[in-house]
């Protein structure tokens, strides 16, 4: 059963900073790319950053310069790390995995919340 439990939202000021952890079973790591995204009340659910399996990252504009992903593959883990909070990046933040072509392989986490006020 393959499971992606996030880890490490809540709230913070703006300004500040969080840093969000996934952790992965049930799935061989190593081979999946992964990566963040977010759904703020209201909004359709957005790409924050991905890191491929051989470890290149890509960021939403809104988001570049400001976080960070990472990936421990001893450790089947994924991080964000955010600085510079916003307001607006206020939402839920989702763990997803990702791989395949032809046959696609896509799970999500259930998602932590990040809040930031102003």
């Known amino acids: 059963q393959v499971q992606l439990v996030e880890s490490g939202g809540g709230l913070v000021q703006a300004g500040g900073s969080l840093g969000l952890s996934c952790a992965a079973s049930?799935?061989?790591?190593?081979?999946?790319?992964m990566g963040w995204y977010r759904q703020a009340p209201g909004k359709q659910r957005e790409l924050v950053a991905t890191?491929?399996?051989?470890?290149?990252?890509n960021y939403a504009d809104s988001v570049k310069g400001r976080f960070t992903i990472s990936r421990d593959n001893a450790k089947n883990t994924v991080s964000l790390q955010m600085t510079s909070l916003k307001p607006e990046d206020t939402a839920a933040y989702y763990c997803?995995?990702?791989?395949?072509?032809?046959?696609?392989?896509?799970?999500w986490g259930q998602g932590t919340q990040v809040t930031v006020s102003s």
């Open positions: 890191i491929t399996t051989g470890g290149s990252t």
């Open positions: 049930g799935i061989i790591f190593s081979i999946h790319n």
């Open positions: 997803n995995a990702f791989r395949g072509v032809l046959t696609i392989y896509n799970y």
